[in-house]
């Protein structure tokens, strides 16, 4: 079945610190591949999207993400994590509709 | 910017009631959706509409139905809610019917968070 996994529920990191949240998907060709956010009591913003082309693609807020064929993969990134960072981070792909990954909760610590 | 307005943040219903699900969106989008949110599982599609009147199912729409009857406008009925309904109901609308649906960018509402009790 098509699908996009996010194998991480809960991640912690302290500011300023590297981060990757992981992505696979599971489509027989390359989908259309996104990123969004949901900061707490609010919707979902994209972060950013990959339809073709460059694989390393750049986002809103410091973050980047990065198209890998061979892995099915699709993980974001951001060097320095900032306190506001912290959120729940959701993969998305497909064709005709979008399918979801069941998020990544991202917590900070000082 | 694009608005996507949910008309309530929470709701409180009794099992059995009609519930009724508003979202509106002023950019003149022609998709809108619906989605449940619930821990673990995601973002879960109910249904999704393409043009007035139109509706298409998504993937859990079991217990619920849509109305568009303008292109702004897209509400989710419950028609006879149950407990198992209490999720956080997310709605968003995307620009343009393409061949690939999916190549278009969601724009969400906040979400209601409905509570039956």
Request: overall charge positive; some cysteine.
């Amino acid at each position: 079945a098509q699908s996009v996994t996010q194998p991480d529920i809960h991640i912690t990191v302290s500011e300023g610190a590297s981060l990757e949240l992981r992505c696979n998907y599971s489509y027989g060709a390359t989908p259309y591949l996104f990123w969004y956010v949901q900061s707490p009591g609010q919707g979902l913003q994209l972060l950013l999207k990959y339809f073709s082309g460059d694989t390393l693609v750049q986002g809103i807020k410091g973050f980047e993400a990065e198209f890998k064929r061979s892995q099915s993969s699709f993980n974001l990134r951001k060097p320095s994590v900032h306190w506001s960072d912290a959120a729940e981070y959701f993969c998305a792909g497909g064709y005709q509709k979008v399918t979801f990954g069941t998020g990544t909760k991202l917590q900070v610590i000082p | 910017d694009v608005k996507v307005t949910q008309s309530s943040r929470y709701l409180v219903k009794r099992t059995g009631e009609k519930v009724f699900l508003e979202c509106v969106q002023d950019m003149d989008h022609e998709n809108m959706f619906w989605y449940r949110q619930d821990p673990g599982l995601g973002l879960r599609l109910i249904y999704f509409s393409y043009d007035v009147k139109m509706k298409e199912k998504g993937d859990i729409p079991e217990g619920y139905s849509v109305s568009r009857e303008k292109k702004e406008r897209f509400s989710l009925i419950l028609e006879s809610a149950s407990t198992n309904q209490t999720s956080m109901y997310l709605c968003a609308s995307s620009l343009q019917r393409a061949r690939y649906l999916a190549k278009n960018i969601q724009y969400f509402g906040a979400g209601t968070r409905l509570s039956v009790l």
